[in-house]
């Protein structure tokens, strides 16, 4: 128990004393004051799939960013309002009638393939249908955009906070995510540390043209990290951060809902492999399961745990901050991870029965069964 209680404690202290602080939030954007300065050179890119609860306020935000700004809208097969409320709109929302996917592609890198052959501009703006953006956001992206001088720039939305399991989990997967990409390091241009968050993404159109984009990478569930490498392998620039003012609305009420979120992509984020399955398990019960078990067994053990236990909460107050909830949630953080750690098994368990991934009413299955 002291060894394993040992190794908790420094997997933590070492989390809080990397050079690149992943557990901290210093990449931010925020909005810039509305200035009545043309968006004439931005098209807003929104694939939508039964979205009709949320596609009306989003595109409202949307075109409110100023004039000039073109969006388009995929409706990939929705058998809701999706299509109507999107011509409701007005005039500066283009509708294209998506078709059936196509064998290999998933369904929203089909939608944006469709979407990018209309209303060209400079910069494309993907942005889920789900997405809202306060005044003065898409100032904010092109301004960044400008400062690295070219290549992508996307940021992580906040999330909606409302119920005891939003409060509970989501943070966290903020949170897990910059451990996994330490946004530091995926902002270097020397750094092999590629990601994006797929809600809210800026590039050159014409580097979805040069790069092929999307067929390149049309197979990927976890889209906005491989669109990531894809661009910063060839050179370009790439960065990540989060925002308070860009935020999605979509809700996850309860504990059912976050755990098919977390489900969906969890097995394949470790590449669907049994190994990496086992090593993440033994991971995770060290550095979660075992610092509050160390705590309350007596003798050296419990100084041990209870280092790696502080060590941990300490290492998601800047989260909690952020998000403007209570320090109380940081010592759950053990409970958090191990919750995870069940639907990573739930999410390889149904991949073994055969399916990939299941999200908007459609069913990826592994090549097995396809």
Request: hydrophobic share 50%; aromatic share 8%.
């Amino acid at each position: 128990m002291i060894w394993l209680a040992t190794a908790a404690a420094l997997c933590w202290v070492t989390v809080l004393l990397l050079p690149w602080q992943p557990w901290r939030l210093r990449e931010r954007l925020e909005p810039q004051a509305p200035t009545a300065a043309s968006h004439n050179d931005v098209r807003i890119l929104i694939p939508a799939r039964n979205e009709a609860s949320l596609l009306g306020a989003t595109l409202e935000a949307a075109l409110a960013q100023g004039p000039g700004v073109r969006v388009v809208v995929v409706d990939d097969q929705s058998n809701d309002a999706t299509a109507a409320i999107a011509r409701a709109a007005g005039s500066r929302v283009r509708v294209v009638a998506g078709t059936p996917c196509p064998p290999g592609w998933s369904g929203k890198l089909w939608a944006l393939q469709q979407g990018h052959q209309h209303d060209p501009r400079t910069l494309t703006l993907l942005l889920d249908a789900d997405i809202r953006l306060a005044p003065g956001s898409l100032d904010a992206l092109k301004q960044r955009w400008r400062l690295q001088g070219d290549g992508l720039v996307s940021v992580m939305a906040s999330l909606r906070m409302s119920t005891f399991w939003e409060r509970l989990l989501l943070p966290a997967f903020i949170y897990f995510f910059r451990l996994l990409y330490p946004f530091a390091l995926v902002n270097r241009r020397d750094s092999g540390v590629a990601a994006a968050a797929g809600g809210c993404i800026l590039l050159p159109t014409a580097l979805i043209d040069e790069l092929e984009l999307f067929r390149r990478i049309r197979g990927e569930l976890i889209d906005d990290c491989a669109l990531a490498r894809e661009v910063k392998s060839a050179c370009h620039p790439v960065w990540l951060g989060v925002s308070r003012a860009i935020s999605s609305a979509r809700p996850a009420a309860d504990l059912k809902a976050l755990a098919v979120m977390v489900r969906r992509t969890a097995f394949t984020q470790l590449g669907r492999s049994p190994t990496l399955l086992l090593l993440c398990t033994v991971l995770m019960l060290l550095v979660f399961a075992l610092p509050p078990w160390a705590a309350v067994s007596g003798g050296q053990a419990a100084v041990l745990g209870v280092i790696a236990w502080v060590a941990m909460s300490v290492s998601f107050l800047p989260t909690l901050h952020f998000y403007g909830l209570a320090p109380i949630w940081a010592p759950l953080l053990p409970v958090i991870g191990l919750l995870y750690l069940l639907f990573t098994w739930q999410s390889a368990v149904a991949c073994w029965s055969g399916e990939r991934a299941q999200w908007r009413g459609r069913t990826y299955l592994t090549e097995a069964h396809t």
